[in-house]
């Protein structure tokens, strides 16, 4: 069965750093990209970064210099690098796997940025 788990999720101060994880398992073909959304309350899901499969990335503009995606060799694994975060950042983090059959949704994992 396919799985695509988050993790690294949760509370920290302005100016803070987290690390968000993202693992697809079980048997998986096609996957060409994977990325970052994130839906803030009352906002709509946006897009944060994507890394394609060969090796091309994205950022909306309010992260970069600040976040940094990557993944593994396997392509199945990606991973945010969240520095420098601010309150604005605060919202539900999805992990999107994007392949040739169908894209995958994580279940989402809070990043809350207050003091």
């Known amino acids: 069965q396919v799985q695509v788990v988050e993790s690294g999720g949760g509370l920290v101060q302005p100016g803070g750093s987290l690390r968000l994880s993202c693992a697809a398992s079980g048997s998986i073909f096609g996957i060409y990209a994977m990325g970052w959304y994130r839906q803030a309350p009352e906002k709509q899901r946006e897009l944060v970064a994507r890394?394609?499969?060969?090796?091309?990335?994205n950022y909306v503009d309010s992260v970069k210099g600040r976040f940094t995606i990557s993944g593994d060799n396997t392509k199945n694994t990606v991973y945010l690098q969240m520095n420098n975060l601010k309150p604005e950042d605060t919202a539900v983090y999805y992990c999107?796997?994007?392949?040739?059959?169908?894209?995958?949704w994580g279940q989402g994992t809070q990043v809350t940025v207050s003091s």
């Open positions: 890394l394609s499969s060969g090796g091309s990335t």
């Open positions: 999107h796997v994007s392949r040739y059959n169908g894209d995958l």
